[in-house]
């Protein structure tokens, strides 16, 4: 059956640009999480919906991130202003309610330049 | 909150060796430990995982072990080939809702010779 997808699967960006990632979660699964990963580092945790709820965002790393889920289902991180230190792959992942198995997308390379 | 180190950051097998990667955590509270495979340009895919209330767990060429007392985790793959060349990641969360976000660990970069 159909995964995650994320899109677009790479974006560049001019410092001070916004810009919009999009996660399509596998169908059913009510748990969505976006991760941030460095070049050469494992995946750090940015934020967690359940359905529509975003019930964490410690993760994100200032105002200018920003991500919503408004109908339960498909999910969009949104960085204001991207600065160099943006630059990272941003992974989303999902799973089931109660579930501990998450499954990921490809990601969304981001270069801001 | 939890902090999980991993090593060896690279390997370096030949074919049909194994391969042994090992993660530490640090917050008792965690009871759910994932590895994943990651290859060039994907993203990560879940190949193994355990709970806290089993020991060991394996599935064909790979097993994964949990040492609750001492707070690590292993991942052994027996017969390597080539295909399992990929940097892999342990992880660790403590439940389901909100305590379901991963930690991960830094990665181990394994590299199957012929």
């Known amino acids: 059956g159909a995964g995650v997808s994320q899109s677009p699967r790479y974006k560049v960006a001019k410092r001070g640009q916004d810009v919009a990632l999009r996660c399509d979660p596998i169908s059913g699964h009510v748990s969505l999480f976006w991760y941030q990963q460095a070049l050469g580092q494992g995946p750090e945790f940015l934020t967690y919906?359940?359905?529509?709820?975003?019930?964490?965002k410690s993760g994100l790393p200032s105002d200018r991130f920003f991500a919503e889920r408004p109908e339960g289902s498909v999910s969009t991180l949104k960085i204001q202003r991207t600065q160099q230190e943006d630059s990272a792959v941003y992974l989303c992942a999902s799973s089931l309610v109660g579930g501990n198995e998450q499954f990921f997308g490809p990601g969304t390379r981001l270069t801001v330049l | 909150g939890e902090n999980v180190e991993q090593h060896p950051s690279t390997l370096s097998v030949q074919e049909g060796d194994s391969a042994v990667i090992k993660c530490t955590y640090s917050d008792s509270a965690s009871n759910y430990f994932p590895w994943y495979k990651q290859e060039l340009g994907k993203g990560p895919q879940l190949i193994i995982d355990i709970r806290s209330n089993v020991g060991e767990k394996k599935d064909q060429r790979i097993a994964v072990t949990l040492n609750k007392t001492a707070k690590h985790f292993s991942l052994h793959i027996t017969e390597t080939q080539p295909e399992d060349s990929a940097v892999y990641f342990c992880a660790a969360n403590q439940g389901t809702g909100t305590a379901s976000k991963l930690t991960f660990g830094t990665g181990t970069r394994l590299q199957v010779t012929l």
């Open positions: 919906f359940q359905n529509e709820a975003q019930l964490d």
